[in-house]
């Protein structure tokens, strides 16, 4: 797994070098190609499979590369002309002929066996996929990327004056952590309200989507469009029943350790009740860590970490750093969030984030370089089905990399380590009942389409209630009602939140591996980045040493873990 990369490392076997994607008509004849070749062994059907990768992956790359692009710098009109190309008359044009060899697999895969082990994902996966095409529902879908892309043009257009200064959503961020309580009610009142003021345009744009998206659903025979997600996400081992007995068992067992330490905080803070301005300052009056300054001070100072959780990590995102695959700092235009994604050509991870000077800031680098490492352990792998993988290990991959930093955060921190591990820790804690609401909301949105944005709006309310009893809105109830606009999933992608919760259980296992035996558990890790999407999710898991399941058993002992290593300082 040598940690230098260009094309040249996975050189074309397929496709001419010369070839490009850039339009459909350069892109139809080798889909073309491959739909009508001859198959007469199972070898011929092998080779056929690893073509197929790699003309996705030249494809896939195109859209990456325009994707990345574009949201750096959403205020460009070439690059969201070119984003909005590939959108519009690249990415559709070739859903059809993505079922015809979809279906040829399944045909030839009849007549001339593989190796089961080795292809009983990707069968399960391409047969699921012929079972949801529906031509129907590509200009649908074309769509619904459009007005994802109008959510992302809207909310990086949003910025705010703050003492004579122009700063965007997340560099007003900063100032929640200040000790000051006034400072901290004056940038959240300037954040949410700069939301409030488009929030009939996302309440509207969210509408249409929700209508869009349903008809999604039935239009390939499900219900709704929860039934029609679960399919297309790939759940194969859990359901949407799991999932609210996750949600009961996240109020049960971490909403009353969340209610315990919010009640510390505000006794802490000395204020009569806990308001959304409070959740973030520390609650010892202690000014707020900066960890860093620059965007070259958080890369380096991630880049020690990851040489000191294994080598090898260090040696990869030190090739990320000198080839310029990192955009880090938050800026006007840029839009909002973070992300990791793969340039599937040259099979080389891309991290974009929103950096101000936080020790959020610190782990989201962390979160995204366990992604970019998930992406290198895997590259090797000929098939690009295999070279993704299910969202709840790529989460694991992410949120464990956070904990596998916990004994080296002084390199950021110093003497302020611990405290820095116990604001993870709590934030860990937190996490659960927020994850909770998000992924209860979609279930009930997707399942009562018929009901109006203000309906919508009290089931928000009831949820905040449910799973954040401890935070007073009162006075601020419009800020609530609205308040979920700012979670760019609900937009971009649709019930894409749960298999965080999923990942945080599996994250939390690591943890505690860690404590038990650090250079195993980094060991188990690496063995699971390395099968990709290879193996079935339970078995991806249990490679970690981790349990595939989020019922109360397994998510008690996590949080009473968690509240012990809190009390203890962290």
Known sequence: MAATADVREFPRQYLPASADVTTWDRAEPHYRELSERAIDSADGLDRWLRDWSELDAVFDEEGAARYIQYTCQTDDPQRERRYLD???????????????????????????????????????????????????????????????????KLTAAMTCTYHGQEHTIQQLGRYLEEPDRAVREEAWRLASDRYLADADALNRLYDDMVALRHQVGRNAGFADYREYMFRRLERFDYTPDDCLRFHDAIERVVVPAAAQLAEQRRRKLNVPRLRPWDLDVDPEGRAPLRPFETDQQLSAGCARIFHRVTPEFGRIFD??????????????????????????????????????????????????????????????????????????????????????????????????????????????????????????????????????????????????????????????????????????????????????????????????????????????????????????????????????DFSEATLRPCIDAVMEEISRGG
């Open 319 to 548: 090739t990320l750093r000198t080839q310029q695959l990192l955009d880090l700092g938050s800026r006007k235009g840029k839009a909002p969030g973070g992300y990791q994604l793969t340039y599937h050509e040259r099979r080389m991870p891309f991290i974009f984030m929103n950096a101000v000077g936080t020790e959020d800031d610190v782990g989201t680098l962390l979160h995204e370089g366990g992604h970019a490492f998930h992406t290198w352990s895997c590259r090797n792998e000929p098939l690009l089905p295999y070279r993704t993988y299910p969202m709840e290990i790529a989460e694991v991959a992410s949120m464990g990399m956070e904990c596998l930093a916990h004994p080296h955060l002084e390199e950021f921190y110093g003497p302020d380590a611990g405290r820095a591990r116990r604001r993870h820790l709590t934030d860990i804690l937190n996490f659960f009942p927020w994850m909770a609401r998000v992924d209860a909301f979609q279930h009930y949105v997707y399942t009562h389409v018929s009901h109006s944005v203000d309906r919508r709006l009290d089931e928000w309310q009831t949820l905040t209630r449910r799973f954040a009893p401890f935070v007073d809105w009162s006075g601020l109830e419009s800020y609530d009602r609205n308040s979920w606009h700012r979670k760019l999933h609900f937009f971009e992608v649709p019930f894409y939140y749960v298999e965080y919760g999923i990942a945080q259980l599996g994250a939390l296992q690591v943890w505690l591996n860690a404590r038990q035996d650090y250079a195993q558990a980094v060991a188990m890790y690496r063995a699971t980045l390395a099968l990709g999407g290879s193996r079935p999710l339970p078995e991806l898991f249990a490679t970690a040493g981790l349990r595939f």
């Open 86 to 152: 590939y959108v519009e008359h690249l990415k559709p044009r070739r859903e059809p002929w993505l079922d015809r060899l979809r279906r040829r697999f399944a045909e030839h895969a009849v007549r001339f066996p593989l190796p089961p082990k080795r292809y009983e994902v990707l069968t399960r996966k391409l047969r699921n996929a012929i079972e949801l095409f529906r031509v129907d529902n590509v200009p649908l879908l074309t769509e619904d990327d459009k007005l994802s892309q109008q959510y992302q």
